[in-house]
Nanobody, 119 residues
Framework: VQLQASGGGLVQAGGSLRLSCAAS????????MGWYRQAPGNQREVVMS???????NYPDSVEGRFTISRDNAKNTVYLQMNSLKPEDTAVYYC??????????????WGQGTLVTVSS
């Protein structure tokens, strides 16, 4: 199983970016999918997550600016980021809890994509 993330880049403050992350490989079921980020010198933190049934979880810092969605048929999760701020600058990692055989679920991580927001 692999998670392939894309969509990072450089954007000015107030701009928007859309991240995508697709799970591929021997997959029985993809449960919760989400995005984390890690800025230099900081711990990795959750940005947003979404369950298979569409329940979302996110901190106050991104409410109203970021939106998470998923396409279950494509095993893909998206993160639409609007009104970006310099403090959103970080490496963004996608994460997914995946059953590869219907019996056991494992946590998978994508390779990380850099988001840089200039002031």
């Amino acid at each position: 199983v692999q998670l392939q993330a894309s969509g990072g880049g450089l954007v000015q403050a107030g701009g928007s970016l859309r991240l995508s992350c697709a799970a591929s490989g021997s997959i029985f079921s993809v449960e919760t999918m989400g995005w984390y980020r890690q800025a230099p010198g900081n711990q990795r933190e959750v940005v947003m997550s979404i369950t298979k049934s569409g329940i979302r979880n996110y901190p106050d810092s991104v409410e109203g600016r970021f939106t998470i969605s998923r396409d279950n048929a494509k095993n893909t999760v998206y993160l639409q980021m609007n009104s970006l701020k310099p403090e959103d600058t970080a490496v963004y990692y996608c994460n997914a809890l995946i059953y590869d055989d219907g019996m056991s679920a494992y946590d998978y991580w994508g390779q990380g994509t850099l988001v840089t927001v200039s002031s």
